[in-house]
C-alpha cells in the first residue's frame, strides 16, 4: 500500500482533540502491523484515548508519533476536512501534516524493511492525545515504563533539510487578582479593579520580552541558522526575536461581574515560551513578586532543551536526508513544544523530522505533499538501516 493511501485512511478515521478519541486509528495501526508480522501492545483508559506500542526483538532507536488532531469545522475547505482526498500531488485533510502524514511515513518504512525481510530496529510508538499536553499518551507511556529512554525520531512535520534538535521552554501559570468593589461611576476615585490590577502585571509581562539572554557561541550560531530557515519557511520577518526572547501570550481573562461595579475578581491564564538562558525560577521569581496581590499557580514548566548535534541520532538523520534530498542539511531549533520536552525529561535523545506542508498546520485545507511522504519513507528506512548494523 502506498504511503500516500495510508495517510489517507488514518485522515479520514476522525481523532480530534478534543475529545480525543483514538480508539479507531490505534485500530487501524495494529492491524497494519500485524500484517507486516509486528505484534503491538494497546494501552490506555479504556475510553477511547488508545495509545500503542509495538517493540519487535532487537530494538535499537524508537520512532515515535501522535496520531489526534486539532478540531477542524468544515468551513472554509476546499476538500472536507476528512475526506483524506488525494489530488493534486497532495494528500488534503486535518493532520495530514499534523502529524498522520508522518505516521504513515513511519509504517510504510517499517512495511519496507518487512517486504525485505531486514530486521525493524525501532519501537514503535503512537499516542493519543500530544495535542492536550501528553497526559494520557506519552506521559502515561512514561510513567507506566512501557518505553525506556533510547534515541527517538518524533515524525512531526519539519523543513525538509532540517531535523530539529530543540525547542523552547514553555511554562504556564494562572493568576487570580483580587479587588475591592465599588459603584463603577465612582472608578478609579473609590474601589480597586481586579481587571485593571491584571492589566498592570501585563504590562510588567511585556517587558519581559525585551530582556536579552546569553547562550553559548555553538547554540547562538544553531539559532541563527534556525532564524534564516524558518523565516523562509513562514516567511515571516523577525523570526530571530521568537527565538532568542521570551515570547508571551494572555491566552484566557475572566473577570468582572457587571459593567457598573468594579470588578472584584479577575483570573488570567497566561503562556509563556521560554528562550535558552532564561531560568524559569527566576522569571517565576519576578512574576509573584510584580503580581502583587495576586495568587499565582504554576500549571506546567518545561525547560528548553537541546539535542547535542554531534550525537549519533541527529548525525545519522541528517546524513540520511541529505542522501535522499541532497542539498545542503543542518539541524535547527523551533519555538514550539512537542512531547520532546516530556522524553528528553526522562533521558531520552530526540529529534523531530517528517514530512508535511508546515504554512498549513492547524490551519484551513491542510495537505501535505505526496513527495515528502514518499521522501520521508526513503529517510526512515535509512535511519533504520543504519541503527539496525550499529
Request: proline letters at 5%; a negative charge; glycine letters at 10%.
Amino acid at each position: 500500500m502506498h504511503v500516500s493511501r495510508i495517510c489517507s485512511d488514518l485522515v479520514r478515521i476522525k481523532s480530534e482533540n478534543p475529545p480525543g478519541r483514538t480508539d479507531g486509528v490505534i485500530e487501524y495501526i495494529q492491524d497494519f502491523l500485524a500484517g507486516i508480522g509486528v505484534r503491538s501492545l494497546v494501552c490506555g483508559n479504556g475510553q477511547g484515548l488508545e495509545n500503542l506500542v509495538a517493540q519487535p526483538a532487537g530494538t535499537h532507536m524508537m520512532l515515535c508519533g501522535h496520531v489526534d488532531v486539532v478540531p477542524a469545522l468544515a468551513d472554509g475547505w476546499a476538500k472536507p476536512p476528512f475526506s483524506g482526498t488525494i489530488e493534486d500531488g497532495y494528500v488534503w485533510g486535518r493532520g495530514s501534516t499534523d502529524m498522520k502524514g508522518g505516521c504513515a511515513a513511519i509504517l510504510s518504512a517499517c512495511k519496507t524493511l518487512a517486504d525485505n525481510n531486514e530486521e525493524i530496529p525501532a519501537t514503535l510508538v503512537f499516542v493519543c492525545d500530544e495535542e492536550t499536553g501528553g497526559e494520557n499518551g506519552i506521559r502515561y507511556l512514561l510513567s507506566r515504563n512501557r518505553i525506556l529512554p533510547c534515541d527517538c525520531i518524533i515524525a512531526e512535520p519539519t523543513p525538509v533539510r532540517h531535523p530539529s534538535i530543540g525547542q523552547k521552554g514553555l511554562c504556564r501559570v494562572s493568576l487570580e487578582f483580587a479587588g475591592v468593589p465599588a459603584h463603577g461611576s465612582l472608578y478609579p476615585a473609590v474601589g480597586v479593579s481586579a481587571i485593571m490590577e491584571a492589566m498592570s502585571f501585563l504590562a510588567y509581562i511585556k517587558t519581559l520580552h525585551d530582556k536579552d539572554y546569553p547562550v553559548d557561541i555553538h547554540l547562538q550560531e544553531i539559532i541563527a541558522q534556525s532564524s534564516g530557515v524558518l523565516e523562509q519557511e513562514f516567511g515571516i520577518t523577525g523570526i530571530s526575536n521568537v527565538l532568542k526572547k521570551l515570547t508571551f501570550n494572555p491566552g484566557v481573562i475572566r473577570g468582572g461581574e457587571k459593567s457598573n461595579v468594579v470588578a472584584q475578581h479577575c483570573e488570567l491564564d497566561l503562556e509563556m515560551r521560554i528562550p535558552w538562558g532564561c531560568s524559569i525560577a527566576d522569571l517565576l521569581a519576578g512574576i509573584s513578586a510584580h503580581a502583587g496581590t495576586a495568587a499565582v499557580t504554576t500549571d506546567e514548566s518545561f525547560t528548553p532543551s537541546v539535542e547535542d548535534p554531534r550525537s549519533p541520532l541527529v548525525t545519522i538523520t541528517c546524513a540520511e536526508v541529505e542522501r535522499v534530498y541532497g542539498g545542503t542539511v543542518f539541524p535547527i531549533v523551533q519555538w514550539a513544544a512537542s512531547d520532546a520536552r516530556h522524553l528528553r525529561k526522562c533521558g531520552f535523545h530526540v529529534i523531530e523530522y517528517g514530512p508535511g506542508e508546515i504554512s498549513s498546520l492547524h490551519a484551513v485545507n491542510e495537505r501535505t505533499s505526496i513527495d515528502s511522504l514518499e521522501k520521508a519513507v526513503m529517510v526512515y528506512s535509512g535511519v533504520m538501516r543504519r541503527y539496525a548494523r550499529r
